[in-house]
């Protein structure tokens, strides 16, 4: 088969050869014609100019139709460079784009990096050495997701109590209207049936609360478009729940990375109750151990009795005014119901002696800060309360013993169990005086402040007793 081109070629060859042919024989007649002075047309005179000229037209036209094939060539060439160079600039720009997904990918990753450092940073920081009480953990829970997603514009972390919510933390909700609506358990969990991203209207709310009561829920609910919600869950049982909102202006939007934070979040959650069950039950095994031990000092001083229990009911008020830990509040209690432990050393006649005692004597009794944490010593976990019991003798003004320490070098917890002790004392019958009044023993403080107790337990103290004139429900005594 010929194609096209070709047939075309050759039609232009042919053409070439004729055009060629004719332009000679015509130019080789044109000759003859002023040669012989007369038109010739003999075959034998054109043979020459007819070769010549149609081979010469024929190798003109071939030369043509090369160029034109080279060019046409070029131009093929350079189109499909063209289209290359366009398949390149659009390989480029997708490659571009993979880029900046990797990158975003990269940015996405890292930040979900510092997201779970910050959670396991925060699962050491809860550790249960370090104890929180429910109000607290709940409350540093709710920063830590602050600092996480903190993209929501307001949220609340809160708990079932009596089968309402009642708020731990909140963020743009109307507390007080919170508390005076009266949430139910019941209505939370038809609204949010698990952990999940709600895009919840109004108008559906509508179907579950009653018109009266929706018309003051809009009021101290924010108008969010999505809601982020984790219920707060210990072996099956609902505890409470954490909302998230992001305002209807809000351009974000909450994702699987954001709901995956708030899984592990609630893993840390159940382990913290998981921790407190165990931690409860040893603690009551502790508590239960060194409440013998204090029945077995006030057996053998009878002017103690209810003493350990007023100073430990003391400290530990002064340590919440304080705003201290759950924990140390804890410890706070339990060196109150110790600190006299070694007394139990003394003997009997002479720790229950109405007269003055001799200065050997006072020596003896002098040993029973020592020999308390003596006592305490094989016991681990009251450390910290071995050394406020040995020290509970100390002063501020460094005339204390047995060690002689001075201001800051006394623990503060120390410092609590020593002004405790002090009031305690003066406001109960000792085996060689009568109780003071509470005027004359809030006066005797007033008068060592900076002796013998910190200036600064003593302020507190006194603001204590000035603010809250508690009274002492377990001794059923206003101190
Ligand atoms: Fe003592």
Redesign the pocket.
Known sequence: MISNSNKNDVIELIKGFLIGAIILSVFSATQKFFTYNKIVIELKFYIVPILFGGITGTIIKKLFIKRKNLIDEIKKDYEEMTEQKDEIEALYSQLEAYSQNIDALNNELNFNIKKYELIIGSISDFSITKKYSEKEFLSEIYNLIKDIIYKFDSGMIFIFENGFVKPIEVDGYDYKGLIDFKLEESIVNKIYPENNIYKIENSSIKLIIDQNRMDQFVKIVPNSKEILYLRLEFKNKLIGGLFLELDIKNNESYNENDLKVMEAISSIIESYYEANVYQEFEENKLIEIVEAMTNMLEFHDKYTKGHSLGVADIASRIGKYLKMSSREVNDLYLTGLL??I??TFIPYELLNKTDKLTDEEYEIVKE??SNGAKVLQSINSLAKIRISVKH??ERWDGKGYPSGLKGDEISLETQIISVA?AYDAMTTDRPYRKSLSKENAIQEIKNNCGKQFSPKICEVFLKLLDEEGFVNKELNRTF
Do not use: F, S
């Open positions: 600190h006299d070694g007394k029973h800060p509970h003798h002790d």
